[in-house]
C-alpha cells in the first residue's frame, strides 16, 4: 500500500489546465458548428451558403481557442488551488492510500505460467526436422539454378 503524501502544485495545475483547455476548445467548437448549422437549416442569412459557413466556421475556430486559453487559465489555477488544498489536508489527515501493482512482473509471472514445458527430447526432434527440411531446401535451390541455367 502506498499514499501520496504530496502534490506538486505546479505539476497539477500544468496538467488541469491542458485537460480544461482542450475541453472548451472543443465544446466551443461544438457550439459554433450547431449555431451554423441552425443558421443554415433556417435560411436566416443572406448571401452564399458557403459564405456562410466559412465565416462561421472561423469564428467558431477562433471562439474556440479564446474559450481554451480562458478555460486553460482558469484550469491553471483551479489545478494549483486543489493541491494547496490538498497537501494541506493530507499533512493533517493522511494522504490518499493506493495499492500499486507491478505490471513487469506481473506479465511475466503469467507468461512462466502459461508457457507450456518442452523435453529435451523434444528440443531435439524439432532440430533434425528443421535440418531436415534446411537439406530439403538447399537441394531445390540448386534445382532452380540449374533450370536458370538450361
Given at each position: 500500500m502506498k499514499e501520496i503524501k504530496k502534490i506538486k502544485n505546479l505539476s497539477l495545475a500544468n496538467i488541469?489546465?491542458?485537460?480544461?483547455?482542450?475541453?472548451?476548445?472543443?465544446?466551443?467548437?461544438?457550439v459554433a458548428i450547431s449555431a451554423m448549422?441552425?443558421?443554415?437549416?433556417?435560411?436566416?442569412f443572406e448571401g452564399s451558403v458557403i459564405v456562410v459557413t466559412l465565416f462561421n466556421i472561423g469564428t467558431g475556430i477562433l471562439l474556440g481557442l479564446v474559450v481554451a486559453i480562458v478555460a486553460g487559465i482558469l484550469g491553471w489555477i483551479i489545478g494549483f488551488i486543489s493541491a494547496v488544498l490538498y497537501?494541506?489536508?493530507?499533512?493533517?489527515?493522511?494522504g490518499i492510500r493506493v495499492e500499486l501493482v507491478d505490471v513487469a512482473r506481473k506479465?511475466?509471472?503469467?507468461?512462466?505460467?502459461?508457457a507450456p514445458s518442452i523435453s529435451s527430447e523434444e528440443v531435439g526432434?524439432?532440430?533434425?526436422?528443421?535440418?531436415?527440411?534446411?537439406?530439403?531446401?538447399?537441394d531445390n535451390s540448386q534445382q532452380a539454378s540449374d533450370f536458370n541455367n538450361f
Open positions: 488541469t489546465a491542458v485537460v480544461y483547455g482542450l475541453i472548451g476548445f472543443f465544446i466551443a467548437l461544438g448549422t441552425n443558421i443554415i437549416i433556417q435560411k436566416d497537501n494541506m489536508f493530507a499533512a493533517r489527515l493522511g506479465i511475466k509471472k503469467e507468461e512462466d505460467v502459461s526432434s524439432v532440430q533434425g526436422e528443421n535440418n531436415k527440411e534446411q537439406d530439403e531446401g538447399e
